[in-house]
Nanobody
Framework: EVQLVESGGGLVQAGGSLRLSCAVSGITFDDYTIGWFRRAPGKEREGVSWFSNNDGIITYEDFVKGRFLMSSDNAKKTVFLQMDNLKAEDTAVYSC????????????????????????WGQGTQVTVSS
């Protein structure tokens, strides 16, 4: 069974930084994406960044470009989300998740980005940014 465990959340002042970690285990397939998502109070869950295992490409939602950086340590089977220049509106529960890529015979892969496309989720970690 796929399991994900997040850590690294906390309370930080606006302009500060946090580094989230997501330890992943139990993946027995090759065509997948690991995504970071967040849910702010009173809002729906939204995507933040995605790492596709098929091509190693990392993509970001526009509102975090230039401030957040997603990376991976394959040896430790861990992905990270470095969050810099944090804003009050970044306050949310951050979760990592694994979704399945859909790849054609020509090895063109559809990379899922929406939360409903993700089957495996971590428990989440709270990030609070004070203004």
């Amino acid at each position: 069974e796929v399991q994900l465990v997040e850590s690294g959340g906390g309370l930080v002042q606006a302009g500060g930084s946090l580094r989230l970690s997501c330890a992943v285990s139990g993946i027995t397939f090759d065509d997948y994406t690991i995504g970071w998502f967040r849910r702010a109070p009173g809002k729906e869950r939204e995507g933040v960044s995605w790492f596709s295992n098929n091509d190693g490409i990392i993509t970001y939602e526009d509102f975090v470009k230039g401030r957040f950086l997603m990376s991976s340590d394959n040896a430790k089977k861990t992905v990270f989300l470095q969050m810099d220049n944090l804003k009050a509106e970044d306050t949310a529960v951050y979760s990592c998740a694994v979704g399945l890529n859909r790849c054609s015979s020509g090895y063109q892969c559809y990379v899922p980005r929406a939360p409903y496309e993700y089957k495996y989720w971590g428990q989440g970690t709270q990030v609070t940014v004070s203004s």
